[in-house]
């Protein structure tokens, strides 16, 4: 497997990237959604131009209505054109007057003899640039989005009659309505027809039509600003996620290729490291310190099981060694005490292979039973004085001496891991224990420790034995008796304790007194 380099946009960046621009891209197509917003224009528009011409016809009620000798009332010409005139010169509207009768009075457009850059008419296509066609593209999809659906297009009637505004006929009837179209350039037209009545009967109808640019330029730009907002955005976000990914993908990517070194036969394991990245107090670095960790265990387990598999064949090899020696020479001696002397030797060592055997599968075993086991809280007092009497009845040749505090005390291991250690510890000390006196075993407590003392007066352990004494196949007895044993059993002990977080020593005692001093600490629990 080649090299690989760490990608910038790798599959993890890619991921980072995609997920902020859609958690930004979903709260900007909720702000551009204006259809609310674009309504109230709208409507705020209506109610301005509907105040105007309700004030334009109030004047026009008030300064041009007159009335006859015998009293009747009527709309007198000059002075409604006159008053059009004067109000319709500020306004940006566009003010129509109908008599009652529906015939045209006046236009303001005419009346100031000039079509202004704001007057009304029908326009019809042209060449729009690429950059206007692209921003009513933009603006259409938009208003797709929202919901929008644009007025009827404004066309110019033919002919100037009542007629061609039909709101304009509802304002007949007394009553003030308005009407909304749009232009080509998608702006609005807004028109309000409001009776001339001065108290009940409609002398005419004003119609105030204004063309209402600045809604559309008003939503164009809150949406070119949103847009932009949302492009620097975009901008920051992918900056930011892509120094995030190279964050978070580089140091992951860095131990990934760590790790799959260890499986290519070209790199030698003792070589081979697990980087440790940032701090310890950041995520990767925990990662990157539990993986090295891990990865030095494995190592350590594989170094232990290479060497344990190196030891196993040594220790195997020499009763085997001998079995072949003996059979070998079986057949070439006459004497037939020598041969049933070299039939018990190939028996005995037959009977420490499968001493052995047995020893190594229950070692081989331990790792993961001890992994897989859930620790049992025991009270060590109690079960000591359960042990010893039933290490008297089984072992009434063997005396057992216990010292034991008057308090309850509390470790977490397992009853079972407690007497296999126990057992162990004390079959080695009954080898070399005289007969009549009693081993002793005494309990104390040190700190947040239990500390167990297993006492024999024996011969003690040679000073050189001291050190090595818990190391596999490792054994120090006499000749008679190394044949039975394998070396396995305090290493055994050692291996049960250390994964109950305890620790084992061993030591002889003061002179001038003989023997061999076990001694256990196991942290004691609060329950």
Known sequence: MGKQNWRFFSPLSRNILIINLITLTIPVLG????????????????????????????ALAVGAIRQFSNGAEFLELPSALQILR??????????????NDGTLIADSRNLHNEVTPRALHNLDGGMA????????????????????????????????HI?????????????????????????????VAVPVQPLKRVFGVLVLIRQSDHIESTIKELRWNIIMAFLIAV??????????ARQIARPLSILARAAQRFGQPQHKLSNL?????????????????????????LKARISTIE????????????????????????????????????MTMAQTELRRIDIMIDDILESSRLDAALMAETPETTDIVQWLVQFGETFHALNPDQALSLELPPQKIW?????????????????????????????????????????????????????QSLKNIFNRFYSDRPNEQNAIHTGLGLSIVQQIIESYHGTITASNRAEPKTGAIFTITLPIIRV
């Open 163 to 191: 007629y061609a505004f039909p709101h304009a006929l509802q304002a007949m009837g007394g009553d003030i309505a308005s009407k909304v179209w749009s232009t080509p350039e998608r702006n609005l037209v807004i028109s």
């Open 235 to 244: 901008a920051f976000t992918i900056t930011m996620s892509l120094l995030l």
């Open 86 to 99: 004067r109000l319709s010169t500020p306004l940006e509207s566009r003010a129509i007057l109908f008599l």
């Open 129 to 160: 640039s690429i950059l206007n066609s692209l921003e009513q593209y933009l603006h259409l999809g938009l208003d797709s989005i929202e919901n929008f659906t644009r007025p009827a297009l404004y066309r110019e009637p033919a002919e100037m």
């Open 411 to 463: 470790v977490a291991m397992k009853p079972s891991r407690l007497e296999q250690v126990l057992q162990n510890i004390l079959g080695n000390a009954s080898d070399f224990q005289p007969q009549g006196i009693p081993i002793e075993v005494s309990l104390s407590i040190d700190r947040q420790n239990a500390v167990l003392h297993i006492a024999d007066h024996g011969i003690g352990i040679p000073e």
């Open 273 to 297: 490291r697990i980087p440790i990245l940032r701090s310890p107090d950041d995520e990767i670095g925990i990662l990157s310190r539990a993986l090295s960790g891990m990865t030095e265990n």
């Open 31 to 58: 702000f551009l959604y204006l259809s609310d917003y674009r309504r109230e224009l709208v409507r705020a528009e209506v109610q301005s131009i509907h105040q105007e011409s309700k004030i334009f016809a109030d």
């Open 307 to 342: 060497g344990f598999a190196a030891d196993v064949a040594h220790e195997i090899r020499n009763p085997v060694s001998g079995i072949s020696s003996a059979l070998e020479t079986y057949q070439t001696i006459k004497s037939e005490e020598k041969r049933t002397a070299l």
